[in-house]
Each structure stands twice: as structure tokens, then as C-alpha cells.
């Protein structure tokens, strides 16, 4: 056995050190099955957190792919993800709890490989918690961090779930052993240590998940949104003061459609049009989503008029003074959606300022960034 | 490190695991590369991230620092403080309690801290979030003091089944909730009646045997000292044999389970019984174990499983007597394990 020249004292020697941690859960079958709900919990949120991003920034060989139905689909992926994003909080926190007396191995590493796989941990490690914390926080849109917040989210993912795989892989052979109950002894108290972790994963999802589960509402205590309190009912991410649109007056207001036949209607002349009625959801990638009824002209039908091809996309552009989502792309897939608005109402009433007054985009399964609101301009792209 | 699988001897479910095993590592070390460089590359190479790069690894650097240094330590310092202040029948809804307390914590203090911080938009934070939390921290309060009680009255109700005189297997039938049972059966016949009886302390023999149900009869006495046969097993002999038999089979569980390889275990252990006015007891049992691990890098962790075994050691929670063991762990790879022998090294007996 190898001895170094700077060998610790007694005391501090790691053996010692890490038979200082009495409790008899720092074992491996506890690890496994944390590491297991752990491991699914992140797994969901990684593929969902990747639908969002192919939704809103598509790569240019999915962009025509893109599908509006599930007309929920955005709404359950996103509220998946922030609510096993908020399980992971306790999930990860009792892994590695589990698992922390072999910080203290020493000498830290015995071979090249030991080496990687610890820091191969230790990028699992940082990005998970970072990711956690970030994406904690933007639901409360709460950045006190230096860098951007969806792009670093986006790319910390994949090195979570990287390392994630490359952790698994050099603990094969320990979860193998532990996969199964009948092959490890009975530890005392770990039915109940994994009791409480689920009771914690159970209490943090049910005072929040009310923001995207309707019927979870009555308990959403401490969730950034309740899904019912709004002007008319329904939240907002931006309102007409931080859009610059408050003053918008519906008699000055012109909608403009470019295309082979482009023309210009008042907001009398569109509300002439036939009028559709849809009940469609207003969901977030922060994880709140209201449903509501909206009413108002078709855009496929503005399109028709426009004489605008089937497989024609559409860029809507908004009275908004600027910001990312000023103007806005829409694939034909959403565009000649039946149920895809130009909206003049919602659940009966004239949409409220803050709502995207005179009139807004709602389609199906789509990102609510992507809701365009304040809509002046549709122009047909070939 | 060798695959658990690959120990010489393995049996055949765990060679078919062994195969899974080796998919599972290939699969997921070239998986786990190629989506650790993509998200490297995307890092570096992200518009929106440019120049962002160093604050990004510092926050993450951070995180592991703030979470490994401070959070874990403050936990643990938690669960010491615990151990000491609440008694031991509570001890598990209270823990429980304070787990649900802490993730609920970790939700509601930064909505608390952002409550009128909305940016202008009151449709975002429209809750009274720190009165909400607080609430939150009430019912967990409550519901950790209905459970606790609950612990209290039914930790009452089995003494009272379990108290002196009620048969001993009068708790088999209930549904412990909390753990399994198990009950041993063994049964001693005397041997050494020379046709007087125990009519005089010198006139019988200490000799008796051993049985239980199918298995290989022990013939025992009592310890020479005790006017019993040197050449038979003794109460004292099998108590110390049985605590070391029972660490040796939970560190080899630990051992198999923790990927340490083990080639050989012999356990010279000893213990000591001390006679007083009322008879004696035993004051301490020894255990020696000395360990062959396949490979130096299993070292460490070989030696610090002795730990765990000691703890999870059914004997050794049992006897009130402290069991101290002073191991040491050499290194022999598994063929050389096999050249030499299943007996070469077990030089020492552990019972002389």
C-alpha cells in the first residue's frame, strides 16, 4: 500500500475521516434508488427542456417539422419541467447527502481514470446545481447572476446529462448490485429516509404545481404565478407599459398584411370578419399556463385573403418598442392551424392592454414568448 | 476497477448482469463524452455566452464550494444536534419532518425574499409569499407533532406486548411496521450425565451437543477452566466466533456491493471475559481481520468498510460489550488467490 510523504496525521486520515459519518444511509442501495428517481426526474427535464428549445429556436431542418398539436402540448411539457425541476431540489440534495463521505477519499485520486471520473463528477456536480438554482430562479424572473441565463441553461443541460451518463457508466457495476432489494441486507431507517425524501419531493410539488395543474390551484402557495389572477383573468409576462403599448388606440390601429395580394384593415373592418372561438392554453416555459377562450379572425384566413401559398410561413410583427420578441416567425404548420388566432377577445371581453390590445396571436402548442401580442403587421414569407 | 462480476466463482445471474454492466458503461461513457463535448462546445462558441465563459465555470465552481462546504456541513451538524436533543422513538418523524421543512424552505425563501419585486408586472409574485412559507412551516410543524405522538402511543402499546413474560414469539404475529423478523430455533441436549447425576459438582460432564434443524451437530462442553473437555467448543469460543463470522459476512456484503474485490479474509479474533462475585462477563471481543483486496486502488476503501460492517453487525448491536476490530488490508490479485488455494494463509485459528 502506497503511502504519501505528506500523509495526514492520524486524525485526519480518510479512512478515519469518513468513518466519522455515523449514519448508517451513507450506503450504495440508498444511493441507487435516489439516484434512480434522481436520474429520471433530471432525464424529463432534460428532453423537455429541449422540446421548449426546439419550439421557440428551432435549427433550420426542423423548422418546417414543427407540429401544433398536442394543442396542450407546451403547456404539459413545460409544467413537467419546472415541476420535476423542483422535485430535483430535494431528489439531489438527499443524493448527495448519501454520498458525501467520499469527498473524502484520499489519496483523491489512485489512477487516471479515478481522476476523470471524479471530475467528471465534479461537472456534474457544478452544472446540476447551477441549473437547478438558475432555473429556480428565472421563474421568479430573478437574474443576479452575470450571464444569460437561457442560453447557459440550455448548454449547462447537456453537460449535466453528459455527465450524468459518464457517472452511471463508472458506477455500472455498484448499481447493478444494489439494483434490486432482495440482494442488499435491510438497513435500518432507510425506508424511512426514502419516505422522507419522497414526502419533501411531494410537499414542494404540491405547494407549486398549482401554477400549470389546474386542479392542484387551491394549494399553490408559493409558485411566482396563480394561473387566476391577472387582468381578465389570466397572467402576463409583459405588460403594455414594459411594451410601450399603453396607449394604443384601437381607431388609429391598422392591421397590415403583406403578401401577393397585401392589404390593410381597420379594427372595425377585421372585427367584421367571420369570428372563431377557441379555447386555447397561455403557457409559459417558467412553468405557469392559464387556459382561456379566445375570439377572433383566423389567421389561415387572413393568409387565404392575402393569397398566400398553403406552405407559406409568416413573420408577425408587433407594436412592442423593441426586446427579442418584437417581431416573431411562424411555420406554416401553426399558420394553417384552424385554430390558430389573430385574437380580439378573450373570454368574451375586449382584450385588456396588457393582453395585446387590439389584437394578438394564440395557437396551439406554441411557446407563450411566441404569442405575439400588439400584433400591426402579418407579412407572408415565400 | 474489475467488474463485481468478473470475481472468479461469480454465478450465472450475475454473469447475465455482468453483461448489462459492460453495455451500460460503453454505452455510457461514449454517450456521456460526446454530450459533455457538445455542451462544452456550445458554451464556448455561443454567441449569447461569448465572453461569459470564466463566469459561468466560477458560478459552478461556486456552487459545488457553497453546496460541499457550507450546506452539507450545516446539515450534518444538524443531524449531530438531532442525534443528541430528540429521543431516539422520535427521532424519524421529526427528521422527516425537518427534510419536508428544508426543500419546502428552499422554494418558498426565494419567492419570500422577491415578494414586491416584480418588475412592474403584479401578475408575477401575487402571492404573500413569506406569510404563505411560514404557513407551509406550520402544518409541517403539526403534522410532525401528530406523527411523533403517533410514534410515542404505538411504541407504548408494543412494550407493553413485549414486556417481561409474554411469550417470546408473541410479536411475530403483529405487523411490525417497522422491520422484518426473524427468529432462530437451536436446541442443546446434555450429554454428560455418568449415571449420578449432577449429584456432586465433580460427578458430571460438561459435555452437550448442539443441534439446529439439519445442520451438522456441534459437540460442545464448557471452558477448561470450567472443568470442561479441551477438545470441544465452548459458550465463550462460539460467542466470539460468532461475532466474527458476523462481521466477516456483512464487510464481504459491503465489500461485493461497494466494488471492493475480495481475495481472502481470516479473522484471528479474541475475546476477553473478566469473573466477578456474581459470575462474569465479557469486557471485550477483538477482531483481526486481515484482508486480501484484488487491487491497491480498493485499499482505502477496503479498510474503511470495516466501519460500515461493524455497524450494520447484527451480533455486535446486540451484546453490550464493545466490539473493537484492528484490520489490515494487503493486496492479492484473484489468480493469485486461486495458485495458491483456498487454505493457504489461514494459518491462525481465531479460537486459541
Known sequence: MSRFPFAPPPALRPENIQARFRSALHEPRTAVVLGRWLGAAFLVCFLTGLISHGLQDPPGWLRNHLPSRPVDGYRITQGLHVITGIACIPLLAAKLWTVYPKLFTWPPARSVLQALERLGIALLLGSAVLLLFTGLLNTLQWYPWPFPFRQTHFWLAWIAIGGLLLHIAAKAPVIQENWRRVRVPVVDGRRAFLTGVLLSVAAVTVVTAGQSVPWLRRFDLLAPRRPDLGPQGLPVNRTAVAAGTAQTSGADWRLTVTGPRGYTLTLDELAALPQYTAQLPIACVEGWSASAHWTGVRVRDLLDRAGAPESARLRVVSLEQGGPYRTTEMESSYAHDPLTLLALRVNGEVLAADHGFPARIIAPNRPGVLQTKWVSRLEVLA | ?????????????????????????????????????????????????????????????????????????????????????????????????????????????????????????????????????????????????????LTVLRDHGRRQQARPGARPHAAEGEKAAMARTHSYRTEVGWTGNRGTGTSDYRSYDRSHDIDADGRPRIQASSDPAFRGDPARWNPELLLVASVSECHMLWYLHYCAVGGVVVTGYTDAAEGTMSEDEKGGRFTEVVLRPRVEVASAEMVARAEALHADAHRACFIANSVNFPVRHEGAVTVRSPSEAEEAGPESGLTESGTD
Do not use: C
Open chain 2, 1 to 149: 476497477m474489475k467488474a463485481v462480476s468478473e470475481v472468479p466463482g461469480a454465478v450465472g445471474t450475475q454473469r447475465t448482469g455482468g453483461m448489462v454492466t459492460t453495455v451500460v458503461r460503453v454505452v455510457g461513457l461514449a454517450g456521456g463524452l460526446a454530450l459533455l463535448g457538445f455542451g462544452g462546445y456550445g458554451l464556448l462558441t455561443d454567441q449569447y455566452v461569448s465572453g461569459h465563459q470564466l463566469q459561468v465555470a466560477l458560478w459552478a465552481a461556486g456552487a459545488i464550494v457553497l453546496h460541499d462546504g457550507v450546506w452539507v456541513p450545516v446539515l450534518l451538524a444538524a443531524g449531530a444536534l438531532l442525534a443528541r436533543l430528540v429521543p431516539e422513538v422520535v427521532r424519524i418523524p421529526v427528521r422527516t419532518g425537518l427534510m419536508v421543512a428544508a426543500a419546502v424552505s428552499a422554494v418558498g425563501i426565494p419567492a419570500a425574499l422577491r415578494e414586491h419585486d416584480h418588475n412592474g408586472n403584479a401578475t408575477l409574485l401575487p402571492l404573500p409569499y413569506l406569510r404563505n412559507w411560514l404557513l407551509v412551516l406550520l402544518v409541517v410543524a403539526v403534522l410532525t407533532g401528530l406523527a411523533s405522538a
